[in-house]
């Protein structure tokens, strides 16, 4: 086998309701996922002289074994009976870490998903999914890989499909803690729950991201980039940030806003999409 390269997408929370908190401390979400045709790419290699899987270049700050690829791939392993063939894998990191797109739960979706087909594992998607759960809360969404209504903490998902349009995204030169905000006691932890997934069509005020205003006080330069980008439609932050996003209803009008953005905030522009460009691509190998 050559080697393959697969995407690693984005995603957004189109909104994020935190209706309640659990006993056990983690919040209950509602929410509504969508992917994005960018991301990371990752492309996996065999390797005759090696069993099992490894990264030829480690993250920065992040060891190896503590990286969700590896952890996906370990949980991969644990499921063969066989020994496993050896796989490089080498990531082409274009997603900021710590952005609230999904980043790393993508990356372990994407190993879930390659390494099943490689090694020829033979688990279904309900299976991959239960994996991706114990490696993270948003892991099971991209695993499926279809937009996505999710409650309980995110894994109850239901499929829906949001307008496909196209987004500026920014990242503002801050690392939020996620842990801080959802410790935080000014955090709204009772929004009404909605009872249908929303097309997100319609009076797009009546849903928001309830961590916004805390990060916004919390982060100046997510304030500030908020405002900035809210100048030209309704802006929203990505899970617990730091991105944020604003949605526009062609390329050509998402370009423009994005070549005035201010200097020092990186980020781009993409398309947001209904079925996940792994998905796309793996379809294309059956």
Known sequence: MNSLTLPSP????????????????????????QFLDYGDDITFTPARDKSGAWL?????????????????????????????????????KRLPMGGGLGGGSSNAATTLLALNHIWKTGLNTDEL???????????????????????????????????????????PDCEINTGK???????TRNTPRITIAPAFEGDASRYRNDCEDVVRRLYPEVNQSLEWLSQFGP???????????????TESAARIIWESKPSGITGFVAKGVNISPL????????
């Open 10 to 33: 984005a995603k957004l929370n189109l909104f994020l309701h935190i209706v309640g908190r659990r006993p056990d401390g983690f919040h209950e979400l509602q929410t509504l996922f």
């Open 56 to 92: 030829e270049d480690s993250l920065p700050g992040v060891e190896d074994e503590d990286n969700l690829i590896i952890k996906a791939a370990r949980a991969i392993e644990n499921r063969t009976t066989s020994p496993t063939p050896g796989i490089s894998i080498r990531i082409n």
């Open 235 to 249: 802006a929203r932050l990505t899970g617990t940030g730091a991105c944020i996003f604003g949605r526009f209803p």
């Open 181 to 187: 905000i959802f410790s935080e006691e000014g955090l």
């Open 129 to 171: 999914a239960d994996i991706g759960l114990t490696l993270g809360a948003d892991v099971p969404v991209f695993v499926r890989g279809h937009s996505a209504f999710g409650e309980g903490v995110g894994e109850q998902l239901t499929p829906a499909n949001p307008p496909e349009d196209w987004f500026v995204v920014l990242k």
């Open 279 to 286: 998905h796309q691509k793996l379809t294309e190998l059956e």
